[in-house]
């Protein structure tokens, strides 16, 4: 007998940048991607982390709880906007215009906008995992509601939606 998922489970150390993945730190099954911050860093963005004020929002984390925790790996996550044109905004307004959890999308690339540390903003490419520190806002559109699927012949399944 075959098995066949769209879910792996790995060793975080042994994920490329630009992984998404569910892990159990924060109870249940958190979604998140690993990233390389512009220093070098390998970091974590957990893509629904609870904030103070009881919302929820793709937020830059330590990445030093996960070094040999295994976690949900989903190889062929697709990440998406929702809500057809009404929810996509024109981005020429410039990057401090752009939502905190924002997907944003260029001609070459798909960037996440993220919390960090002190009220900080971090720019993320989703394919790569590697922070994009100067996005060219003029050439892009984004939206605040996207949603992560997965393919498995020809039915689609949603596995995280982005609801700001």
Do not use: Y
């Not at 924060?26 to 512009?38: C, D, N, Q, R």
């Not at 103070?52 to 990445?63: G, K, V």
């Not at 190889?75 to 752009?98: D, K, V, Y």
Request: aromatic share 8%; charged share 20%; glycine share 8%.
């Amino acid at each position: 007998m075959q098995f066949e998922s769209a879910f792996k489970n790995a060793d975080f150390s042994a994920l490329k940048p630009g992984a998404l993945f569910f892990h159990p730190l924060a109870g249940g099954h958190s979604p998140a991607l690993k990233v390389i911050t512009a220093q070098g860093n390998t970091m974590v963005v957990d893509l629904n982390l609870e904030q103070q004020n009881n919302t929820r929002a793709p937020t830059l984390m330590a990445a030093d709880d996960f070094h040999g925790t295994s976690v949900v790996f989903v190889p062929e996550a697709i990440i998406r906007p929702t809500g057809g044109l009404s929810n996509l905004t024109n981005g020429s307004g410039g990057t401090s215009t752009i939502d905190r959890g924002a997907l944003i999308l260029l001609p070459s690339s798909s960037l996440l906008k993220v919390k960090g540390p002190q009220m900080q903003t971090f720019v993320f490419d989703v394919d790569s995992g590697q922070q994009s520190t100067n996005p060219d806002s003029a050439k892009c559109i984004w939206s605040d509601k996207w949603e992560v699927v997965i393919r498995q012949g020809d039915r689609e399944e949603i596995i995280f939606t982005r609801k700001p």
